[in-house]
């Protein structure tokens, strides 16, 4: 059997909101699989119905997943394309279908992406904090001491920290982040792209503080962004003893390239920040 002889798995990114969002592409793909695998069939109906569409689903979701993967890929093999959605956003992204792309890869199909509305990639691109490097991290754990113990080993990170929260959790998720991570600036994005958008700036405490004053603050679903940690100051006492060294090498006539090297040896670090600082003390000397 070639590759023409059997059909393809499409991942097709929905709107998160806004159902004008969705590509063009992801419609025509939406029209012409056979089958449409779907997070839950019921919310999935309703884009179909705006877009016109009417194709046949079945259900995966987390609960079903590892039995669909047999039936699905049967009806690949026999020359028919699915298309795979989540409730919202790309499929994958803190929703089912890991397992069934992580087999139908293993196994030879071809699995292709149509890319489109992702929640946290939105939010990153409007909150006005570093973006270069982020650490996803999807939902916090539920109970208090998980999501506490999540945040203290993230807490010196220094990427933006992105979260998904829902809306009954927000308030205990931001008493948490306070307590974790003080003053640091936070980011809310709630209801990304519907009539509602929102986002909130400000230290975790007072936009906890903002939501008890104003309860709608805390309706809809949350990406929380908290800005990473400041970069760890050098040693100053190490720095200190490495140029004395180098200064104490350089004075008995040991070369340069030599005394980067020793520095290294002896005291660890980068040889090539060695070697340029002890070529800036050569010129200065």
């Not at 060294?245 to 005291?267: D, H, M």
Request: one cysteine or more; glycine letters at 8%; proline letters at 4%.
């Amino acid at each position: 059997m070639t590759v023409s002889d059997i059909g393809a798995l499409y991942v097709v990114a929905t709107p998160i909101g806004n159902l004008d969002d969705l590509s063009p592409r992801a419609r025509q793909v939406l029209a012409d699989v056979a089958v449409i695998a779907a997070e839950d069939t019921r919310h999935s109906a309703r884009l179909l119905r705006h877009l016109g569409l009417e194709r046949p689903m079945l259900s995966l979701h987390e609960h079903n997943e590892s039995g669909r993967v047999a039936q699905l890929k049967a009806r690949l093999a026999a020359g028919e394309d699915v298309a795979l959605i989540s409730d919202a956003g790309t499929p994958l992204i803190c929703d089912p279908g890991f397992l069934l792309v992580r087999e139908l890869r293993e196994s030879g199909y071809r699995v292709v992406p149509i890319p489109g509305a992702c929640a946290f990639v939105a939010a990153l691109s409007a909150a006005g904090l570093p973006t270069d490097r982020f650490l996803f991290q999807g939902f916090l754990p539920a109970k208090g001491s998980g999501r506490r113990g999540r945040l203290a080993a993230l807490v010196e990170r220094e990427e933006t920290l992105v979260f998904y929260e829902s809306p009954h959790r927000i308030r205990d998720t931001l008493a948490d982040i306070a307590g974790s991570f003080g003053a640091r600036r936070v980011v809310l994005a709630r209801e990304l792209t519907k009539t509602f958008e929102t986002f909130l700036d400000g230290d975790a405490a007072s936009l906890l503080a903002r939501m008890e004053e104003d309860p709608d603050q805390a309706r809809g679903e949350f990406v929380v962004m908290v800005a990473g940690a400041s970069p760890k100051a050098e040693d100053d006492e190490a720095l200190v003893e490495a140029e004395t060294l180098l200064k104490a090498l350089l004075a008995e006539g040991v070369g340069v390239k030599q005394a980067a090297a020793i520095t290294t040896r002896l005291l660890g670090g980068a040889k090539k920040a060695w070697y340029a600082r002890a070529q800036a003390l050569k010129d200065e000397a």
